[in-house]
């Protein structure tokens, strides 16, 4: 059993910045793909990011590419999402999720454990 908590979400002014954390309670951490998702109000769960196992080359929507940045610290059990240049779209809980192929694919499906979610709101 994977338990994922995310942290570092809040109240930002549109342009500002947000990293949010996701610590995760699993020894084999290294060999998960990570993902990111949001739900905004009245709106379905979207794919925001993902990483695969090795870390390289992160898979991102094209609604933050190039705002927002994953990473994975491994010797720490945490993924990271940077994020940069936030818009009131961006306003939603965001969670992490994990991916026991390792692949960190843009669908969620393939994510068999999730976080509770943090909580992002971007104030124009």
């Known amino acids: 059993q994977v338990q994922l908590v995310e942290s570092g979400g809040g109240l930002v002014q549109a342009g500002g910045s947000l990293r949010l954390s996701c610590a995760a309670s699993?020894?084999?951490?290294?060999?998960?793909?990570m993902g990111w998702f949001r739900q905004a109000p009245g709106k379905e769960r979207e794919f925001v990011g993902a990483?695969?196992?090795?870390?390289?080359?992160?898979y991102y929507a094209d609604s933050v590419k190039g705002r927002f940045t994953i990473s994975r610290d491994n010797a720490k059990n945490t993924v990271y999402l940077q994020m940069n240049s936030l818009k009131p779209e961006d306003t939603a809980i965001y969670y992490c999720?994990?991916?026991?192929w390792g692949n960190g694919v843009p669908i969620s499906t393939e994510y068999d454990y999730w976080g509770q979610g943090t909580q992002v709101t971007v104030s124009s």
């Open positions: 699993v020894r084999t951490f290294s060999m998960y793909g």
């Open positions: 999720a994990a991916d026991p």
């Open positions: 990483i695969s196992w090795r870390g390289g080359s992160p």
